[in-house]
């Protein structure tokens, strides 16, 4: 699933602060022009988008990586994914859940899940982060 949904729109070159590959969610580093992995799972930190590696390779800390800001990319699904979940970051390893934030409670979001998919799978989703507030 979702390796056929390589639409990316636009990609920024960043300097990585965690070892990453293709498909993983990050946010802004600490360093300028850098990014990390998240947190943890269903963050209140803006995910910037995913990680670009079609080649399938790792990045080490410190490699410039593209990172997909905008268009549609697979990520890395944590749990189970339903079309039009909103995708969040599932741990500190970059995965995806979807959002199910309780009433009054903030959750980052990378965007909707296009597809369905399992626990280990690439789901197709559109990258439109935002910060939503759960009701």
Known sequence: MGLSSRFPG????MVTESIVS???IVIVGA?????????????TVSPLGAIYRPDGSS??????VDVVISGVYPVIAAGSVTANNL?????????AIAESASAGVNVAVL??????GASGDRVAT???????QGG
Not at 87 to 95: A, E, K, L, N, R
Not at 111 to 116: K, R, S
Not at 126 to 132: D, V
């Open 31 to 43: 360093a300028d022009h850098a990014c990390a992995l998240p947190g943890g799972a269903s963050p």
């Open 87 to 95: 995708i969040t970051s599932g741990g500190t390893d970059g995965t």
């Open 10 to 13: 636009q990609m920024i070159p």
């Open 111 to 116: 965007g909707p899940a296009l597809e369905d």
């Open 59 to 64: 990045a080490a800390v410190g490699d410039t």
């Open 126 to 132: 559109i990258i439109n982060p935002f910060i939503k």
């Open 22 to 24: 293709d498909g993983m």
